[in-house]
């Protein structure tokens, strides 16, 4: 079993910034990688970014440039920096660690951005 918990979610004004973190129960090392979702209401999931083992990195289109994933192996976290923010950023963001096992996913944190 997995923990995987978020932090970091709130409301901003756009334009602005917001990091999130996602705490993991046991060594981030053991996870083949770790993705930032995001889901809309009314709309499906999707993937933000990822994160391999190897340290290699991907973003949705829609966030190239203005998001940014890394990884703070001693403290087993994976940290999404969100700048720039627009109001179709705003959605429930969740954590995913993808193990040999199967995937974990967290609760969920709400990012909101409005004036």
């Given at each position: 079993?997995v923990q995987l918990v978020e932090s970091?979610?709130?409301?901003?004004?756009?334009?602005?910034?917001?990091?999130?973190?996602?705490?993991?129960?046991?060594?981030?090392?053991?996870?083949?990688?770790?993705?930032?979702?995001?889901?809309?209401?009314?709309?499906?999931?999707?993937?933000?970014?990822?994160?391999?083992?190897?340290?290699?990195?991907?973003?949705?289109?829609?966030?190239?440039?203005?998001?940014?994933?890394?990884?703070?192996?001693?403290?087993?976290?994976?940290?999404?920096?969100?700048?720039s923010l627009k109001p179709e950023d705003?959605?429930?963001?969740?954590?995913?660690?993808?193990?040999?096992?199967?995937?974990?996913?967290?609760?969920?944190?709400?990012?909101?951005?409005?004036?």
């Open positions: 079993q970091g979610g709130g409301l901003v004004q756009p334009g602005g910034s917001l990091r999130l973190s996602c705490a993991a129960s046991r060594s981030i090392f053991s996870m083949n990688y770790m993705d930032w979702y995001r889901q809309a209401p009314g709309k499906q999931r999707e993937l933000v970014a990822r994160i391999t083992r190897g340290g290699s990195t991907n973003y949705a289109d829609s966030v190239k440039g203005r998001f940014t994933i890394s990884r703070d192996n001693a403290k087993n976290t994976v940290n999404l920096q969100m700048n705003t959605a429930v963001y969740y954590c995913r660690g993808q193990l040999n096992i199967g995937d974990y996913w967290g609760q969920g944190t709400q990012v909101t951005v409005s004036s």
